[in-house]
């Protein structure tokens, strides 16, 4: 009675994911990882979300541990609107679908908009959740260069014209102007208004990805939702800000694509958790959502500094960095001959640090080999100094090793 | 600075879900909703699961807080075999997918099974929202007729001989073994010893639905998993014993499909909610899951036979229905001329009731006018009567009046 299951199962399914390797590196007993993308919920305002919760469920359980409606309730969709506007991003309660975190937003604006063979356009590097998704359809995945200023609007422009000549009409780009994963740089307000009309002079949809959004510090740059608001769809989430473990996010499209969306949904999971939204609204009342912004704000400014302060000082001269104002992660370049892809299991076995390799982040895997991402979301300051000193050590013994 | 959003979205997308107008119905003010899967959450132990939650929050407030693995945590997956392993299911902890309720579940084995093109087998009438999310994909979806003994396997294996002789092998058969939705009728024991032999001599991949498995009265048949563990894929939920609202069901398939999943899940919704799995251990802990799952049992048992009295009482002489040991439903066949969908809008403008046609349950929308589902899970025992005599002064005087 065994089944041969590999030979039942289709052919071209996606080599297994990139993620799975760095959930593995974060579970290494011992290791200092600088790997991941997860919040420190030791600096959450637990004893507050508790109380909190205590209160959603004695006064709503009914209705918390109930379906919601696809969409999400209709009162936290007014919520979540009200919450944009105070950022500037328009987006009517219609506009808006919950979803179970980010990245459940970006595969059903994907489901929604791709169809096999199709083209798209996505920030090189960027986020490799992104990148998994979309060898799920599959895509042709055409990646613009990121520097210092966040997405070359000058090279976007020449990629449009050479797909154009090619025939390809891109489906969308897919954009994280804050504090972008992986690189930590911003998109500058002009070229943000350069893309805007880009966008708007070749009808290309923009999905407008703020996971770290609220995480950065000085006054914020506007959202290219605000900017351009009937063609782009603005992706958030509240992992990074609230609670994870609850899987809450959502979309603010036009209506036609929410509304897409929606369809979809309700032939997936068919609705958001219902008790994640009365508790998000809940702690967003109380000021829970809003003072535990400010604290995460403050940590991670502090693990910001000690981390460049530190490789500063710890590596190998000819390395280069990039430095965030917001978020978690600063992006590092080695010097060459180093492969930071190669030396990662020594790093991590001789030196017992994790970083991510940059290859990881490209849609060509050939691409980013002397680059790697450091997340610092996760690090207490106190251990920073360390974990960088030994990875400059691990560096510079290589590069002495040529 | 608009966009044509409608042009720029793919023009293959199916149509709006039938689960939209369904809400819809549930949502009219004043109608007595017979339409809706929903549990009846008056019932739930509200109180307990509230003092479980604060718990949860107070004890494990960064962990449930945070992600979870994309498995679902290893102590939960050995909490779901342990409980599995009860009702003789076999299905280790990694072969155990935790996932946001078990709609999530079967679309994850959909995307790691299916491609377009591809056939696959399900019962005719089935789940709606299967049928909505294979349209997805799509794929070709050949019914095979149930009757009061559920699946045919007679016609499964004539089916099976006619789609060969068409060079085509279907992907899996998808099957709700017990108190099936829509019929409410629950696969007999040599059919299931039937099925599982069809099967295993085919080759052919069954997804077992339990959505209502623990939902009935007397022994438990085995379920399909118990008989044939290597070739069934079980698919499981909390959405009607516990909480729907906390998004939380599972899959027990093969290794080999397990990992795919796992790799499937990490590019769209990531993870399962941790908070969910905390407090379902936490209530299965403290005696409120398996009390809850008792009181839902009896109060299913009260309107099952309040509801089958009504219909003797109240429905013309010619119509039909089945007699369901356990679940949500009751599926009625109107004598002819009479038009379940047709009927729907008069009866709920003029009597104030709401039910499911029929059609809306076949792959082939043509088939199933003359029948519609009842749902008793939301109604209180003392409206029951009431609204189905309103559902039959609505048939007899459609049928008096042809």
């Known amino acids: 009675m065994t089944m041969e299951w590999d030979a039942l199962l289709p052919s071209d399914a ?6 799975a390797a760095i959930f593995e590196l974060l579970e290494r007993p011992g290791v ?3 790997a991941g993308g997860l919040p420190d919920t030791a600096g ?3 004893a507050q979300i508790a109380a909190a919760g205590t209160e959603v469920l004695t006064r709503h359980g009914p ?3 109930q379906y919601s409606p696809s969409p999400g ?5 007014e919520f979540l609107s009200e919450r944009l506007a105070r950022r500037g991003i328009p987006a009517a309660p219609a506009e808006l679908v919950v979803t179970a975190g980010g990245s459940q937003a970006f595969d059903l604006v994907c489901r929604a908009m791709l169809r096999p063979g199709d083209h798209v356009l996505v920030e090189a590097p960027t986020f490799l959740g992104a990148l998994a998704t979309l060898r799920l359809f599959p895509v042709t995945v055409h990646g613009v260069p990121v520097d210092d200023k966040g997405l070359s609007a000058d090279q976007l422009a020449d990629d449009l014209r050479r797909l154009r000549r090619q025939g390809i009409r891109p489906r969308f780009l897919y954009t994280i102007p804050n504090f972008q994963n992986p690189t930590g740089c911003t998109l500058t307000e002009p070229r943000r208004r350069e893309l805007v009309r880009l966008a708007t002079e070749w009808e290309l949809p923009v999905l407008e990805d703020d996971a770290y959004g609220e995480l950065g510090e000085g006054a914020p740059l506007p959202a290219l939702k605000a900017l351009h608001p009937a063609g782009v769809v603005f992706l958030g989430t509240f992992s990074k800000i609230f609670a994870p473990g609850l899987r809450l996010g959502w979309l603010a499209g036009p209506p036609e694509l929410a509304q897409r969306v929606v369809g979809i949904r309700q032939s997936t999971d068919q609705c958001p958790s219902s008790f994640a939204q009365f508790l998000a609204r809940a702690c967003d009342t109380a000021g829970i959502l809003d003072g535990q912004i ?3 704000r403050t940590a991670l400014r502090r693990r910001r500094t000690a981390t460049l302060d530190a490789l500063a000082r710890y590596m190998p001269e000819e390395a280069r960095w990039t430095r965030p ?3 978690y992660y600063t992006w590092v370049t080695l010097p060459p001959p180093l492969d930071a892809g190669k030396l990662l299991p020594h790093v991590v076995m ?3 640090v994790a970083y991510v390799p940059g290859a990881a982040f490209y849609p060509k895997p050939a691409d980013g080999h002397r680059q790697l991402r450091l997340s610092y979301s996760l690090v207490e300051v106190a251990q920073i100094p360390d974990g960088i000193a030994r990875l400059g050590t691990a560096f510079r013994s290589a590069l002495s090793a040529r």
């Open 44 to 46: 959450f305002r637990t």
């Open 325 to 327: 104002d917001g978020g």
């Open 350 to 352: 001789q030196q017992r």
């Open 32 to 34: 200092l990882s600088f």
């Open 73 to 77: 309730f209709r009162w936290f969709r």
């Open 63 to 65: 209705e918390s541990l």
């Open 294 to 296: 400010e604290d995460i």
């Open 14 to 19: 996606p080599p297994a994911g990139d993620m």
